[in-house]
Protein backbone atom coordinates (compact mmCIF):
# COMPACT_ATOMS: atom_id res chain seq x y z
CA UNK A 1 0.00 0.00 0.00
CA UNK A 2 0.69 3.39 -0.66
CA UNK A 3 0.30 6.71 1.45
CA UNK A 4 0.72 10.35 0.78
CA UNK A 5 0.78 12.35 3.97
CA UNK A 6 0.94 16.57 3.39
CA UNK A 7 0.54 17.60 6.99
CA UNK A 8 0.10 21.43 6.60
CA UNK A 9 -3.60 21.74 5.18
CA UNK A 10 -3.38 25.02 4.67
CA UNK A 11 -0.59 28.21 4.70
CA UNK A 12 -1.02 31.57 4.07
CA UNK A 13 1.59 34.10 3.47
CA UNK A 14 2.62 37.60 2.42
CA UNK A 15 4.12 37.94 -0.82
CA UNK A 16 7.89 37.79 -1.21
CA UNK A 17 8.02 35.35 1.63
CA UNK A 18 9.93 31.51 0.97
CA UNK A 19 6.99 28.44 1.70
CA UNK A 20 7.79 25.30 2.25
CA UNK A 21 5.01 22.55 1.74
CA UNK A 22 6.19 19.03 3.39
CA UNK A 23 5.13 15.44 2.26
CA UNK A 24 6.16 12.11 3.65
CA UNK A 25 5.38 8.86 2.03
CA UNK A 26 4.74 5.28 2.46
CA UNK A 27 5.47 2.58 -0.16
CA UNK A 28 6.86 -1.09 0.08
CA UNK A 29 8.07 -0.41 -3.28
CA UNK A 30 11.71 -0.73 -3.46
CA UNK A 31 11.55 1.63 -6.48
CA UNK A 32 9.42 4.37 -7.17
CA UNK A 33 8.34 7.71 -8.51
CA UNK A 34 7.37 11.04 -6.14
CA UNK A 35 5.49 14.33 -7.82
CA UNK A 36 4.38 17.74 -7.02
CA UNK A 37 1.39 18.85 -9.08
CA UNK A 38 -0.29 22.06 -8.52
CA UNK A 39 -4.10 22.97 -8.82
CA UNK A 40 -4.75 26.29 -9.77
CA UNK A 41 -8.67 27.49 -8.83
CA UNK A 42 -9.60 26.53 -12.64
CA UNK A 43 -9.06 23.20 -11.48
CA UNK A 44 -6.75 21.56 -13.74
CA UNK A 45 -3.79 19.81 -12.14
CA UNK A 46 -0.45 21.06 -13.63
CA UNK A 47 2.19 18.53 -13.25
CA UNK A 48 5.66 20.44 -11.57
CA UNK A 49 8.52 17.60 -11.19
CA UNK A 50 9.08 14.00 -11.12
CA UNK A 51 11.32 12.23 -9.09
CA UNK A 52 12.91 8.76 -9.69
CA UNK A 53 13.53 7.47 -5.74
CA UNK A 54 17.13 6.07 -6.63
CA UNK A 55 18.38 10.06 -7.84
CA UNK A 56 18.40 12.13 -4.40
CA UNK A 57 19.50 14.81 -5.97
CA UNK A 58 17.42 18.10 -4.87
CA UNK A 59 16.53 20.42 -7.72
CA UNK A 60 16.01 23.64 -8.29
CA UNK A 61 13.27 25.31 -11.33
CA UNK A 62 13.70 28.69 -11.19
CA UNK A 63 11.71 29.73 -7.73
CA UNK A 64 10.64 26.29 -7.25
CA UNK A 65 13.12 23.34 -5.44
CA UNK A 66 12.69 20.09 -4.27
CA UNK A 67 14.48 18.36 -0.74
CA UNK A 68 14.15 14.39 -1.53
CA UNK A 69 15.40 12.63 1.69
CA UNK A 70 14.94 8.84 1.45
CA UNK A 71 16.65 8.50 4.37
CA UNK A 72 13.03 10.15 6.22
CA UNK A 73 10.77 9.39 3.68
CA UNK A 74 10.50 13.10 2.79
CA UNK A 75 9.77 15.41 -0.38
CA UNK A 76 9.99 19.00 0.14
CA UNK A 77 8.78 21.53 -1.65
CA UNK A 78 9.98 25.27 -1.79
CA UNK A 79 8.67 28.03 -2.95
CA UNK A 80 11.17 31.02 -2.70
CA UNK A 81 10.04 34.34 -2.95
CA UNK A 82 6.55 33.54 -3.62
CA UNK A 83 3.78 35.40 -5.47
CA UNK A 84 0.21 35.98 -5.94
CA UNK A 85 0.13 33.51 -8.59
CA UNK A 86 1.51 30.64 -6.68
CA UNK A 87 -2.06 30.67 -5.03
CA UNK A 88 -2.98 27.46 -5.22
CA UNK A 89 -3.85 23.84 -4.14
CA UNK A 90 -0.27 21.67 -4.21
CA UNK A 91 -0.47 18.23 -3.55
CA UNK A 92 2.34 15.57 -3.78
CA UNK A 93 2.00 12.12 -5.41
CA UNK A 94 3.38 8.62 -5.13
CA UNK A 95 3.81 5.59 -7.86
CA UNK A 96 5.29 2.02 -7.96
CA UNK A 97 8.00 2.98 -10.83
CA UNK A 98 6.33 -0.06 -12.70
CA UNK A 99 3.28 2.32 -13.41
CA UNK A 100 3.91 5.72 -12.91
CA UNK A 101 0.01 6.24 -14.02
CA UNK A 102 -1.18 4.99 -10.88
CA UNK A 103 -0.54 8.04 -8.67
CA UNK A 104 -1.41 8.19 -4.89
CA UNK A 105 -2.04 11.53 -4.07
CA UNK A 106 -1.72 13.18 -0.61
CA UNK A 107 -4.75 15.75 0.77
CA UNK A 108 -2.95 18.51 -0.75
CA UNK A 109 -1.85 21.96 0.82
CA UNK A 110 -3.69 25.40 0.25
CA UNK A 111 -1.29 27.91 -0.27
CA UNK A 112 -2.65 31.34 -0.14
CA UNK A 113 -0.31 34.12 -1.29
CA UNK A 114 -1.01 37.66 -0.13
CA UNK A 115 -0.26 40.82 -1.71
CA UNK B 1 -2.17 22.65 -29.21
CA UNK B 2 -5.59 22.20 -27.67
CA UNK B 3 -5.59 20.73 -23.70
CA UNK B 4 -7.17 17.96 -22.64
CA UNK B 5 -10.69 18.41 -22.88
CA UNK B 6 -13.89 17.48 -20.55
CA UNK B 7 -17.84 17.22 -21.66
CA UNK B 8 -19.58 18.51 -19.50
CA UNK B 9 -17.67 21.03 -17.24
CA UNK B 10 -21.08 20.50 -14.78
CA UNK B 11 -23.80 17.47 -14.43
CA UNK B 12 -26.63 17.56 -12.17
CA UNK B 13 -28.09 13.87 -11.61
CA UNK B 14 -30.33 11.69 -8.69
CA UNK B 15 -30.01 9.21 -6.71
CA UNK B 16 -30.25 5.86 -8.81
CA UNK B 17 -29.70 7.85 -12.37
CA UNK B 18 -26.32 6.97 -14.47
CA UNK B 19 -24.02 9.47 -16.23
CA UNK B 20 -21.35 9.44 -18.87
CA UNK B 21 -18.63 11.74 -18.59
CA UNK B 22 -16.23 12.15 -21.60
CA UNK B 23 -12.43 13.24 -21.63
CA UNK B 24 -11.05 14.04 -25.53
CA UNK B 25 -7.23 13.84 -25.00
CA UNK B 26 -4.41 16.20 -26.25
CA UNK B 27 -4.08 15.16 -30.01
CA UNK B 28 -1.19 11.84 -30.16
CA UNK B 29 -1.63 11.06 -26.52
CA UNK B 30 -3.06 7.64 -26.47
CA UNK B 31 -2.84 7.31 -22.55
CA UNK B 32 -6.23 8.66 -20.64
CA UNK B 33 -6.26 8.26 -17.04
CA UNK B 34 -9.50 9.16 -14.39
CA UNK B 35 -9.59 10.26 -11.40
CA UNK B 36 -11.82 11.35 -8.73
CA UNK B 37 -11.58 14.36 -6.27
CA UNK B 38 -13.42 14.56 -3.76
CA UNK B 39 -13.44 17.02 -0.07
CA UNK B 40 -13.07 13.86 1.82
CA UNK B 41 -11.02 11.25 0.35
CA UNK B 42 -9.17 13.44 -1.77
CA UNK B 43 -7.49 12.70 -5.45
CA UNK B 44 -8.17 9.34 -6.45
CA UNK B 45 -6.79 6.79 -9.07
CA UNK B 46 -10.03 5.53 -11.09
CA UNK B 47 -8.63 3.86 -14.09
CA UNK B 48 -5.88 4.35 -16.81
CA UNK B 49 -6.85 3.71 -20.57
CA UNK B 50 -4.14 2.93 -23.71
CA UNK B 51 -5.16 1.72 -27.00
CA UNK B 52 -8.59 1.05 -26.08
CA UNK B 53 -7.80 -1.20 -23.44
CA UNK B 54 -7.91 -0.40 -19.75
CA UNK B 55 -4.59 -1.58 -18.30
CA UNK B 56 -4.58 0.46 -14.97
CA UNK B 57 -8.14 0.05 -12.53
CA UNK B 58 -8.26 1.83 -8.61
CA UNK B 59 -10.13 0.55 -6.01
CA UNK B 60 -13.93 1.61 -7.02
CA UNK B 61 -16.75 -0.86 -7.31
CA UNK B 62 -17.98 -1.96 -10.71
CA UNK B 63 -20.28 1.28 -10.83
CA UNK B 64 -17.37 2.93 -12.00
CA UNK B 65 -16.21 1.56 -15.92
CA UNK B 66 -15.14 3.44 -18.72
CA UNK B 67 -13.68 2.81 -22.19
CA UNK B 68 -11.51 4.60 -24.97
CA UNK B 69 -12.13 4.61 -28.28
CA UNK B 70 -10.23 4.34 -31.54
CA UNK B 71 -9.40 8.17 -31.42
CA UNK B 72 -8.13 8.08 -27.73
CA UNK B 73 -11.39 9.84 -26.99
CA UNK B 74 -12.15 8.07 -23.36
CA UNK B 75 -15.96 8.43 -21.52
CA UNK B 76 -16.61 6.98 -17.94
CA UNK B 77 -19.78 6.04 -16.77
CA UNK B 78 -21.23 5.49 -13.44
CA UNK B 79 -24.42 3.38 -13.25
CA UNK B 80 -26.41 3.49 -10.06
CA UNK B 81 -25.51 6.83 -8.39
CA UNK B 82 -25.23 7.87 -5.13
CA UNK B 83 -24.80 10.58 -3.40
CA UNK B 84 -20.89 10.32 -2.68
CA UNK B 85 -20.27 10.26 -6.06
CA UNK B 86 -20.28 13.91 -6.11
CA UNK B 87 -17.16 15.12 -6.93
CA UNK B 88 -14.87 16.59 -9.30
CA UNK B 89 -13.89 13.97 -12.12
CA UNK B 90 -10.30 14.92 -13.93
CA UNK B 91 -9.23 13.21 -16.88
CA UNK B 92 -5.52 13.26 -17.39
CA UNK B 93 -3.95 12.32 -21.14
CA UNK B 94 -0.58 11.19 -22.14
CA UNK B 95 1.60 10.66 -24.79
CA UNK B 96 2.84 7.31 -23.76
CA UNK B 97 6.02 6.81 -26.03
CA UNK B 98 6.86 3.56 -26.49
CA UNK B 99 9.78 1.49 -28.79
CA UNK B 100 9.34 -1.53 -29.43
CA UNK B 101 6.55 -1.98 -26.74
CA UNK B 102 8.67 -0.27 -24.62
CA UNK B 103 8.38 3.11 -22.92
CA UNK B 104 11.43 5.13 -23.91
CA UNK B 105 10.99 8.16 -21.47
CA UNK B 106 8.62 9.58 -18.92
CA UNK B 107 5.87 11.69 -20.21
CA UNK B 108 3.75 13.52 -18.17
CA UNK B 109 0.17 13.51 -18.11
CA UNK B 110 -1.85 16.85 -18.91
CA UNK B 111 -4.97 17.14 -17.14
CA UNK B 112 -8.20 18.67 -17.92
CA UNK B 113 -10.39 21.08 -16.00
CA UNK B 114 -12.42 18.48 -14.74
CA UNK B 115 -16.16 17.89 -14.53
CA UNK B 116 -18.31 18.42 -11.65
CA UNK B 117 -20.59 16.16 -10.89
CA UNK B 118 -23.29 16.87 -7.94
CA UNK B 119 -25.58 13.95 -7.12
CA UNK B 120 -28.88 14.68 -5.58
Known amino acids: AQKVTQAQTEISVVEKEDVTLDCVYE???????LFWYKQPPSGELVFLIRRNSFDEQNEISGRYSWNFQKSTSSFNFTITASQVVDSAVYFC????????????FGAGTTVTVRA | KAGVTQTPRYLIKTRGQQVTLSCSPI?????VSWYQQTPGQGLQFLFE???????NKGNFPGRFSGRQFSNSRSEMNVSTLELGDSALYLC???????????????????FGPGTRLTVL
Open chain 2, 49 to 55: YFSETQR
Open chain 2, 27 to 31: SGHRS
Open chain 2, 92 to 110: ASSLDERLAGVRSSYNEQF
Open chain 1, 27 to 33: TRDTTYY
Open chain 1, 93 to 104: ALSPSSNDYKLS
